[in-house]
């Protein structure tokens, strides 16, 4: 959970800000709303516009330096509606006048009303381009100044071409209005201890992803004990809070929208409303075009007498089952209740382990060793760390808990624990390792499997290889001989990461620094998402460079390792892999014996096959396709095959054969590409695609459809095969269910 933020947004939305400047293909406010949009959270306000036609008035607008100041929206969360309204609001007004310092205290003003005394970010953000006239009085801007300390406020300043030696940036022949105030803003923000920047840098920086600093909600709150507090009396009992440590970070969930029955004359629409957090929110209804897209499930059971042979029911008639194999197996609610384990809330030190592992030493060498266990490997680990803490407001336990974390630490051992986070729920087995830095200290958890989860499997080794009489070989084609490991170690030396960046004063340092590194995934959905929030018909833009930056090698560090790449080829004997004929023809030129005998029409087992049954369709199909010398003869084997499939879907039982369906039909299109005949196969396509939007195999089968789209199983196109008669936008098209 983030901490609340109140920000208010000032935009200098003057008659200057309409020029192009500097060769720039925007406006200045064009170029200044770049920032805003990407940044905007909950309110955003203009200064410099006529009062009449943009937002509402503020409550100083009687005032004379308060004039041409309006309020587009208060505080409030901004939803893809009010956004939207944003953007018809924000424009180049027909004036100039306009106060910006009068613009920040109405925002000091709106903050203090809605925050109060609450806990709040409070933050103050003006961008402009400085050409106004600033009506300049010491006595409010030192009250601005006192304001904003007192208030804990944070004040930006992002200036159109200012002025930034630290960035590098300074306009020539700059306006001596200007550059007057572009010294007065700086100044306040210096009294402030705010920020100051050019816009160019400030646009610059938005291509570096922003990280989601979340609040942490604990998954558990009790006692962390050791030994059993009913029976001993010298058991240790600690109060003690879990939160987590790392967490894995999912990409933003899509949600389904569709057109309201009265707005059905144009096409279907998807919408989302981005959160100040930069969280996705999914109202009920967005806009008033657009809602809900809500399913209905329905159960059925097959019956003879029914028709169709198959009867609804609803689901209270229906027991709980699971899947065991391809088999369901239920079970009623009273023997679940049997074997449900009745738990209590509880965090249990039930052992103790040494750091030191010699698990590996043990399992080559058991003989050197007695009365040993085996330790703690790092591959145990099942999920993310958490955190162990003391209770904040307990003295005692804070002492109590640091002197477990000291003692872990001096006898260089973890805690195997047993964890049930609340009542009735699983245990969990946790290793609770002591984390001491300078200003806290605490356990470190991480979830390890029970013995039952524990599966041992025998490889053999990378180092030999052993015959089956038990012979040592360390010589084989299949092992790398001494020249390749020394070619493969010298290419590994040359590509080194770890020493081949630089940093700031020029010294070799890590290339690719997990703090410079992010998920590609997560932040180019998080960039569409914002950009289409904004502009909804623009095409979305490349992806930023941060993200793509190591998607690549340097090309530097390539350069300098091409020698050693060549070497290792050389030494391992790498040969370009001849191009894959895409397909044969139904007249191929079988192998033949010298004697020119078919062997096979001798002995009687060339038959050929006239029907594909469902237990063995994919040999049966396979036989059949090679066996025939005709086009009908495949197309005959298509078809049955095909019946197969859609019989398989129609009776399948939730998702359990649409696997065995896949590969079926991806065996289909593999066969028929290589002899050459497309048609039949996209026909088959069509089909399914028509029956499973018709509900004819069974009813509801979207799901089954997202799986063969999932596949890739889609037309065969002409980029594919060269006879085929399907463009590859008609195979794109394939995939919509418009059509």
């Given at each position: 959970?983030?901490?609340?933020?109140?920000?208010?947004?000032?935009?200098?939305?003057?008659?200057?800000?309409?020029?192009?400047?500097?060769?720039?293909?925007?406006?200045?406010?064009?170029?200044?709303?770049?920032?805003?949009?990407?940044?905007?959270?909950?309110?955003?306000?203009?200064?410099g516009?006529?009062p009449?036609d943009?937002?509402?008035?503020?409550?100083?607008?009687?005032?004379?330096?308060?004039?041409?100041?309006?309020?587009?929206?208060?505080?409030?969360?901004t939803?893809?509606?009010?956004?939207?309204q944003?953007?018809?609001?924000?424009?180049?007004?027909?004036?100039?006048?306009?106060?910006a310092i009068?613009?920040?205290?109405?925002?000091?003003?709106?903050?203090?009303?809605?925050?109060?005394?609450?806990?709040?970010?409070?933050?103050?953000?003006?961008?402009?381009?400085?050409?106004?006239?600033?009506?300049?009085?010491?006595?409010?801007?030192?009250?601005?100044?006192k304001k904003?300390?007192?208030?804990?406020?944070?004040?930006?300043?992002?200036?159109?071409?200012f002025?930034?030696?630290?960035?590098?940036?300074?306009?020539?022949?700059?306006?001596?209005?200007?550059?007057?105030?572009?010294q007065?803003?700086?100044?306040?923000?210096?009294?402030?201890?705010?920020?100051?920047?050019?816009?160019?840098?400030?646009?610059?920086?938005?291509?570096?992803?922003?990280?989601?600093?979340?609040?942490p909600?604990?998954?558990?709150?009790?006692?962390?004990?050791?030994?059993?507090?009913?029976?001993?009396?010298?058991?240790?009992?600690?109060?003690?809070?879990?939160?987590?440590?790392?967490?894995?970070?999912?990409?933003?969930?899509?949600?389904?929208?569709?057109?309201?029955?009265?707005?059905?004359?144009?096409s279907?629409?998807?919408?989302?409303?981005?959160?100040?957090?930069?969280?996705?929110d999914m109202?009920?209804?967005?806009?008033?075009?657009l809602?809900?897209?809500?399913?209905?499930?329905?159960?059925?059971?097959?019956?003879?007498?029914?028709?169709?042979?198959?009867?609804?029911?609803?689901r209270?008639?229906?027991?709980?089952?699971?899947?065991?194999?391809r088999?369901?197996?239920?079970?009623?609610?009273?023997?679940?209740?049997?074997?449900?384990?009745e738990?209590?809330?509880?965090?249990?030190?039930?052992?103790?382990?040494?750091?030191?592992?010699?698990?590996?030493?043990?399992?080559s060498?058991?003989?050197?060793?007695?009365n040993?266990?085996?330790?703690?490997?790092?591959y145990?680990?099942?999920?993310?760390?958490?955190t162990?803490?003391?209770?904040?407001?307990?003295?005692k336990?804070?002492?109590?808990?640091?002197?477990?974390?000291?003692?872990?630490?001096?006898l260089?051992?973890?805690?195997?624990?047993r964890?049930?986070?609340?009542?009735?729920?699983?245990?969990?087995?946790?290793?609770?390792?002591?984390?001491?830095?300078?200003?806290?200290?605490?356990?470190?958890?991480?979830?390890?499997?029970?013995?039952?989860?524990?599966?041992?499997?025998?490889f053999?080794?990378?180092d030999?290889?052993?015959?089956?009489?038990?012979?040592?070989?360390?010589?084989?084609?299949?092992?790398?001989?001494?020249?390749?490991?020394?070619?493969?170690?010298?290419?590994?030396?040359?590509?080194d990461?770890?020493?081949?960046?630089?940093?700031?004063?020029?010294?070799?340092?890590?290339?690719m620094?997990?703090?410079?590194?992010?998920?590609?995934?997560?932040?180019?959905?998080?960039?569409?998402?914002?950009?289409?929030?904004?502009?909804?018909?623009?095409?979305?833009?490349?992806?930023?460079?941060?993200?793509?930056?190591?998607?690549q090698?340097?090309?530097?560090?390539?350069?300098?390792?091409?020698?050693?790449?060549?070497?290792?080829?050389?030494?391992?004997?790498?040969?370009?892999?001849?191009?894959?004929?895409?397909?044969?023809?139904?007249?191929?030129?079988?192998?033949?014996p010298?004697?020119?005998?078919?062997?096979?029409?001798l002995?009687?087992?060339?038959?050929?096959?006239?029907r594909i049954?469902?237990?063995?369709a994919?040999?049966?199909?396979?036989?059949?396709?090679n066996?025939?010398?005709?086009?009908?003869?495949i197309?005959?084997?298509?078809?049955?095959?095909g019946?197969?499939i859609?019989?398989?879907?129609?009776?399948?039982?939730g998702?359990?054969?649409?696997?065995?369906?896949?590969?079926?039909?991806?065996?289909?299109?593999e066969?028929?590409?290589?002899?050459?005949?497309?048609?039949?196969?996209?026909?088959?396509?069509?089909?399914?695609?028509?029956?499973?939007?018709?509900?004819?195999?069974?009813?509801?089968r979207?799901?089954?459809?997202?799986?063969f789209?999932?596949?890739?199983?889609?037309?065969?196109?002409?980029?594919?095969?060269?006879?085929?008669?399907?463009?590859?936008?008609?195979?794109?098209?394939?995939w919509s269910?418009?059509?």
């Amino acid at each position: 959970m983030a901490d609340k933020e109140a920000t208010v947004y000032i935009v200098d939305v003057g008659a200057s800000m309409g020029q192009y400047r500097h060769g720039r293909a925007q406006s200045d406010l064009d170029f200044a709303m770049t920032y805003v949009w990407d940044k905007i959270t909950s309110t955003a306000r203009v200064f410099g516009s006529d009062p009449w036609d943009q937002g509402t008035a503020n409550e100083l607008q009687g005032e004379e330096s308060f004039e041409n100041i309006s309020v587009l929206q208060e505080i409030s969360s901004t939803f893809l509606p009010e956004l939207k309204q944003l953007r018809r609001k924000v424009g180049v007004s027909n004036t100039d006048n306009g106060d910006a310092i009068s613009a920040i205290i109405i925002a000091i003003q709106m903050i203090t009303k809605h925050c109060k005394k609450l806990k709040y970010k409070r933050k103050i953000v003006l961008v402009t381009d400085g050409r106004g006239v600033l009506e300049e009085d010491p006595d409010s801007v030192s009250e601005i100044t006192k304001k904003i300390t007192e208030d804990a406020m944070e004040l930006v300043i992002i200036g159109v071409d200012f002025d930034d030696p630290e960035y590098g940036f300074k306009e020539e022949d700059k306006d001596p209005q200007k550059a007057e105030n572009e010294q007065t803003f700086k100044t306040l923000v210096d009294h402030c201890d705010g920020v100051f920047g050019t816009l160019q840098q400030a646009v610059e920086e938005l291509g570096i992803p922003r990280l989601k600093t979340t609040r942490p909600v604990p998954s558990y709150k009790g006692v962390l004990s050791l030994g059993d507090p009913n029976e001993y009396d010298s058991a240790v009992c600690i109060d003690v809070e879990r939160y987590p440590r790392t967490a894995i970070r999912r990409p933003l969930p899509a949600s389904q929208y569709v057109q309201r029955l009265d707005q059905m004359d144009s096409s279907i629409q998807s919408t989302a409303t981005i959160l100040p957090d930069g969280d996705i929110d999914m109202p009920d209804v967005v806009a008033n075009d657009l809602t809900n897209v809500k399913n209905s499930r329905t159960y059925q059971v097959l019956d003879e007498e029914a028709p169709g042979g198959k009867r609804d029911v609803s689901r209270d008639e229906l027991a709980k089952g699971y899947e065991y194999g391809r088999t369901a197996v239920h079970i009623s609610e009273t023997d679940e209740n049997v074997t449900k384990l009745e738990t209590q809330a509880a965090l249990e030190i039930i052992g103790f382990i040494p750091w030191a592992n010699v698990s590996h030493d043990y399992l080559s060498n058991p003989n050197q060793y007695t009365n040993v266990s085996l330790q703690y490997d790092r591959y145990m680990s099942m999920t993310v760390s958490n955190t162990i803490v003391a209770q904040r407001t307990n003295s005692k336990a804070i002492m109590a808990l640091s002197s477990v974390i000291h003692a872990l630490f001096e006898l260089e051992s973890y805690a195997i624990a047993r964890l049930v986070p609340k009542s009735d729920k699983s245990p969990l087995i946790l290793l609770l390792a002591p984390l001491i830095e300078v200003d806290y200290e605490c356990l470190l958890d991480v979830q390890i499997p029970f013995t039952e989860d524990v599966r041992s499997y025998k490889f053999p080794p990378l180092d030999r290889v052993v015959t089956i009489s038990g012979k040592v070989i360390k010589e084989h084609r299949n092992l790398p001989s001494d020249s390749l490991t020394s070619a493969m170690s010298d290419y590994v030396d040359r590509m080194d990461l770890s020493t081949f960046g630089k940093d700031d004063e020029g010294n070799p340092s890590e290339y690719m620094p997990m703090t410079e590194t992010f998920s590609p995934v997560l932040h180019r959905i998080d960039q569409a998402v914002r950009w289409r929030a904004v502009n909804p018909t623009e095409p979305i833009p490349p992806p930023y460079e941060m993200l793509t930056r190591y998607s690549q090698p340097a090309k530097d560090l390539v350069a300098q390792s091409k020698r050693r790449l060549e070497t290792l080829m050389a030494a391992a004997d790498v040969k370009k892999v001849p191009p894959k004929v895409q397909g044969r023809r139904r007249h191929r030129n079988e192998v033949k014996p010298l004697s020119g005998l078919d062997v096979e029409a001798l002995l009687g087992s060339k038959k050929k096959k006239t029907r594909i049954s469902a237990q063995n369709a994919i040999p049966d199909f396979r036989q059949m396709v090679n066996t025939t010398d005709s086009i009908d003869g495949i197309r005959e084997a298509a078809q049955q095959l095909g019946g197969v499939i859609e019989a398989r879907i129609r009776d399948s039982f939730g998702d359990i054969a649409y696997a065995r369906s896949l590969e079926e039909i991806g065996v289909m299109r593999e066969e028929l590409i290589e002899l050459e005949e497309p048609e039949i196969y996209n026909s088959f396509a069509k089909a399914l695609k028509r029956k499973l939007l018709a509900e004819e195999l069974g009813g509801n089968r979207k799901d089954f459809w997202w799986e063969f789209r999932k596949s890739k199983l889609g037309l065969i196109d002409q980029r594919t095969l060269d006879a085929s008669t399907v463009r590859e936008e008609e195979a794109k098209a394939f995939w919509s269910l418009n059509d």
